[in-house]
């Protein structure tokens, strides 16, 4: 079946460690998204590449980082100058940036905790 | 800024009804709004997009409408049904490919 798998699902940090969450698609999208989704707040976006080898910063990039080298691949590492990592992080994925009827498909999740 | 309000925040209702769900955003330049669907501890599901041009879309028991002069958009529940308990998130797109989420409508259709 196509689609969104983040991995893990669960994941813990200890203060001052690097992690590193995984995001892989099988769907040819052109376009992926990385989202943060804490309680009582929409979602709000980390980076966003559009296609391979380019990235942009969203709107609460500070502290994390992401690299695009596969089209299908788009990891997001959470470093130790992200002071609060707690949270429900996100990756969608569409098919081409810019284009009409351009809906996101999401993956299921990792949920982050601080040890 | 786009900012994007979602009204109840929290909804229960008896099975069978039909219910109304509340988007609005700030800013009506957009270029289209996408409504999801979110199961506790899930990601989330597409269920609509409606582009700047369309007034609504429809799909089986849902209807979802479009008004950029107001700044509104609305997701009509059909017969609603237990399976359709959730939280429904509305984003709008302002042509970056950027979406800007509200916080959510947590939905309880009970027998």
């Known amino acids: 079946d196509g689609g969104i798998t983040q991995s893990p699902k669960y994941l813990f940090r200890k203060e001052g460690q690097n992690v590193t969450l995984s995001c892989e698609q099988n769907?040819?999208?052109?376009?992926m998204y990385w989202y943060r989704q804490d309680p009582g707040q929409g979602l709000r976006l980390i980076y966003y590449?559009?296609?391979?080898?380019?990235?942009q910063k969203g709107d609460i990039a500070e502290g994390y980082s992401v690299s695009r080298e596969k089209k299908e691949s788009f990891p997001l590492t959470v470093t130790s100058a992200q002071k609060n990592p707690t949270a429900f992080y996100l990756c969608a994925s569409s098919i081409e940036a810019g284009r009409d009827m351009n809906p996101q498909h999401f993956g299921d999740g990792t949920r982050l905790s601080i040890l | 800024k786009q900012e994007v309000t979602q009204i109840p925040a929290a909804l229960s209702v008896p099975e069978g009804e039909n219910l109304v769900l509340n988007c609005s955003f700030t800013?009506?330049?957009?270029?289209?709004l996408q409504w999801f669907r979110q199961d506790p501890g899930k990601g989330l599901t597409s269920l609509l997009l409606i582009q700047s041009s369309q007034r609504e879309q429809t799909s089986g028991r849902l209807n979802a409408s479009l008004d950029k002069s107001s700044g509104r958009s609305t997701l009509y529940i059909a017969a609603s049904q237990p399976g359709d308990s959730a939280t429904y998130l509305c984003a709008a797109e302002g042509g970056t490919d950027k979406l800007i989420f509200g916080t959510g409508t947590r939905l309880q259709v009970f027998p």
């Open positions: 800013d009506s330049a957009i270029y289209n």
């Open positions: 769907l040819n999208h052109d376009a």
């Open positions: 590449s559009q296609i391979v080898n380019d990235f």
